[in-house]
């Protein structure tokens, strides 16, 4: 099996085996991690710019650690410190940036959609780190990594997923990667926070804490944003940990040997109790460490199948390509790119001494 | 201890009772209804209910007991009286209060006086928004765990409607209903009484019938968006019941209440600037009078609720557009809704079902039935009975009703509460049983 995907904007569309392809990568990165000398050769020479537009320096962090470990040279831009604020357009910024050729483009944008805009330019790979309420794939990536670690296969577990759903990109792709793998997920949280579209989606929709967790075996719990009580999704932070705190009582509910995931930083006292968050069932340092693995094997995968795409582009190129960029030419204001001398790849270059199990790549 | 209330009418909608039947009492739970004369040989405190219905006590779904904050208008202990007087076994109160009942504390107050009057059952309607404001959602879930038993910012319309839906929302989640005053508060803007002919030429600034009808027809909305449980409070013009009745049709979770004055009295009452029909929503037309018994006769308005509004004579007795908001009502409710019978709008049974039945159901309580097994709340009265409504006899502590001087036929006799006789008509008084 390959990887076909030119860009990682989301769960959705993503097979099973592709899910499974990708995870069974980064369970053999993750041994890369646990070595004394962190790093293997595998992206030397290539960069990948990491475009961060709201500040979150786990995700961050854990995409450069991830590059630096595949030998890239990463490079961090944060909205507050670049030409973002001088009211450059996110194009204007992808184009400037896709001119000194990174192998991908790490983006986190508060819009929903934003890696997709960039990601219609198509001049890198467009790794999304999440986009507004949309989509965290490489989050959803790394919890079901964490949750095969300890459950085995999520195909016919029950888990829950508690707190924000409405605004929550993390729930929203990891309803899609479990309910994709076979996983029965249930949704808890207030009604305001929990659209009634959401059983649509083939999951279960519990508006009571304790009646949702009853025998599931994992339990993912969301970060609930505390300005969320200004527009009167709950009347206060204490109404809601009334409701929806994960308490050692409410835990109670669910099977013996569950455990916990929370995509952090957490509210303690508001979404979860301290005694749960530092209990035993709490896995959330190793979705940290697997957060890591994840991402390199999403880098891996898309600069390295990236000659692929480049072949193809040249067979097709000339037809379909070319006859679209005339089309968008002919509009004045269009934001169609233009073809840039010297864009093509050079010709194929040779692959990288891979430093993988057989597994990853045999399948 | 027992009782036995005999030589009644039972009438008990909700299980299709309407029979010469005697009841025995015991620990305040109804155990067993008998064909008269049942419980001759059984030892107990006898009730003779002859020339009586014998109905499950009443409901009234929305009252203002005024305590805390405004106890010179009305206590709990004064509503609770006026309320066994008028048949009333169980009240729900509003929260525009002072402080506003918007959390648990505030609420647990109210349970608390109602607990120490020992008369009717008081159940607290908590505030959708704090202080009443319409801005904030108030401490919900905390008030229902307290005890309340819907949501309501009666008094003071929620104007946001996306805090509407957020309050729907949430209150799924405890399976209560809010109840909604419907007005438009920039249509009804300085309006006094109903926008119309009267209103015109009194040179009073009216209130449109429209102002209801568009807030009305929003929440309706808010239903259908959030499946949420919507009451519509007072509902007082024609097309409001009709709007009710499409939602009906449309299987959404909406009901509705009308108040006495508004199937009993026109905007005519205002005449001669009679502060005493001045109240909000306002009296309305003849048609819509007539509309709101049509909604009462096809079942598009489930509930008849007195909006009972006590306010002090200095708050009456002013210019008419100075003048408070509402009317009493605890008293009148019943023979009011008798007339009804008699004009052959519904049968007895009917009127006993939006009197008790529904609200019950509407605010998910176990009463407004005489199953065996249940409490014994009670209401015995006589559909014959006239008596004069002198508003100083009134129990309230205030005398604000429209009624005043009105010959009014049908009397409560008894009114019983889990087993005890919470108020008893004097006329009956030293009557051997
Ligand atoms: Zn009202």
């Known amino acids: 099996m390959t990887f076909s995907q030119r860009h990682f904007l989301g769960i959705e569309g993503l097979s099973r085996d592709e899910l499974l392809f990708v995870l069974h990568t980064a369970e053999s990165f993750r041994e890369i991690s646990e070595r004394e000398v962190k790093k293997v050769p595998t992206l030397r020479g290539k960069t990948i710019i990491n475009l961060f537009y709201e500040s979150s320096t786990r995700t961050r962090s854990s995409f450069e650690i991830a590059a630096k470990r595949l030998s890239a040279d990463a490079i961090n831009i944060s909205a507050s410190t670049s030409s973002v604020n001088k009211g450059e357009t996110l194009l204007d910024t992808a184009r400037n940036l896709c001119a000194m050729r990174p192998a991908a483009l790490v983006i986190r944008h508060p819009a929903s959609g934003a890696p997709h805009l960039l990601a219609r330019l198509d001049q890198c790979p467009v790794i999304n780190a999440g986009d507004g309420a949309h989509e965290h794939p490489t989050q959803a990536l790394l919890d079901v990594m964490t949750i095969r670690e300890h459950l085995g296969d999520v195909a016919g577990k029950s888990i829950a997923i508690v707190g924000d759903i409405l605004h929550s990109r993390v729930a929203r792709s990891n309803i899609l990667a479990l309910t994709t793998l076979g996983a029965q997920v249930r949704l808890i949280g207030p009604p305001t926070l929990l659209p009634l579209e959401c059983s649509r989606w083939g999951v279960e929709r519990h508006t009571n804490l304790r009646a949702g967790l009853a025998g599931v075996d994992a339990i993912m719990m969301l970060r609930l944003q505390r300005e969320r009580q200004m527009r009167n999704f709950f009347p206060s932070l204490d109404e809601y940990a009334r409701g929806f705190c994960l308490t050692v009582e409410a835990l109670k509910e669910a099977k013996p040997n569950v455990i916990i995931l929370h995509p952090g930083p957490m509210n303690r006292g508001v979404e979860i109790d301290s005694r749960v968050a530092d209990g035993p069932y709490s896995v959330i340092l190793e979705q940290v460490t697997n957060g890591v693995a994840v991402r390199m094997a999403v880098l891996y995968l898309l600069t390295t199948q990236e000659r692929l795409a480049t072949q193809e582009q040249s067979v097709t190129n000339g037809q379909a390509v070319g006859q679209e960029r005339t089309d968008r030419q002919t509009q004045p204001g269009a934001w169609a790119e233009r073809p840039q001398p010297g864009q093509e790849k050079g010709p194929s270059r040779q692959p990288e001494p891979f430093l993988l199990p057989e597994r990853a790549v045999g399948q | ?433």
């Open chain 2, 1 to 433: 201890m027992r009782m036995v209330v005999q030589n009644g009418t039972v009438i008990d909608p909700a299980n299709r009772l309407e029979a010469d039947r005697d009841l025995l009492i015991e620990e305040g739970v109804i155990r067993e209804l008998g064909r008269p004369g049942s419980f001759a040989a059984v030892e107990a405190q006898r009730i003779d209910a002859s020339g009586c219905v014998v109905a499950p006590g009443l409901i009234d779904m929305h009252v203002h007991l005024r305590e805390p904050g405004y106890e010179y208008k009305e206590t709990v202990l004064t509503g609770t009286q006026a309320a066994v007087a008028g048949g009333f076994t169980a009240l729900a109160c509003m929260a525009n209060t002072s402080p506003v009942n918007d959390n648990g504390a505030v609420t647990r107050f109210i349970v608390e006086q109602a607990r120490a009057a020992g008369l009717a059952r008081v159940f607290p309607i908590g505030a959708l928004s704090k202080g009443l404001h319409g801005e904030e959602l108030a401490a919900i879930g905390e008030m229902v765990e307290a005890g309340a038993v819907a949501i309501s910012d009666d008094g003071r319309p929620v104007m946001d409607a996306n805090l509407m839906r957020r309050a729907l929302e949430y209150c799924s989640m405890f399976d209560v209903p809010i109840s909604v005053h419907e007005e438009d508060l920039h249509l009804s803007a300085g309006g006094s009484m109903n926008e119309g002919p009267t209103s015109v030429r009194l040179g009073i600034r009216g209130v449109p019938s429209v102002a209801e009808e568009v807030m009305v027809a929003r929440d309706i909305a808010l239903a259908r968006l959030t499946r949420g449980r919507v009451h519509i409070a007072h509902v007082s013009t024609r097309r409001a019941v009709a709007l009710v009745r499409q939602a009906k049709a449309e299987g959404l979770a909406v009901t509705a209440e009308v108040a006495p004055h508004h199937f009993t009295l026109t905007e005519a009452a205002v005449e001669g600037y009679d502060t005493h029909a001045k109240m909000s929503p306002p009296l309305r037309l003849a048609d819509d009078v007539t509309a709101m018994k049509e909604g009462l006769r096809d079942g598009s308005i489930d509930a008849i609720a007195t909006d009972h509004a006590p306010h002090h004579r200095d708050e009456k007795e002013v210019e008419f557009d100075q003048a408070a908001h509402g009317v009493t009502g605890l008293e009148t409710a019943l023979p009011l809704t008798l007339k009804l019978v008699r004009d052959g709008v519904f049968c007895l049974s009917e009127a006993v079902r939006k009197l008790s039945v529904n609200p019950a159901r509407i605010l998910g309580l176990p009463y407004g039935t005489l199953a065996v097994g249940r409490p014994a709340d009670l209401t015995l009265f006589d559909t014959r009975a006239t008596w004069r409504v002198d508003p100083l006899a009134s129990r309230s502590r205030s005398q604000n009703t429209p009624f005043a001087g009105w010959e009014l036929t049908g009397k409560v006799r008894l009114t019983m509460v889990e087993g005890r006789i919470v108020y008893a008509d004097c006329e009956q008084e030293g009557k051997p049983a």
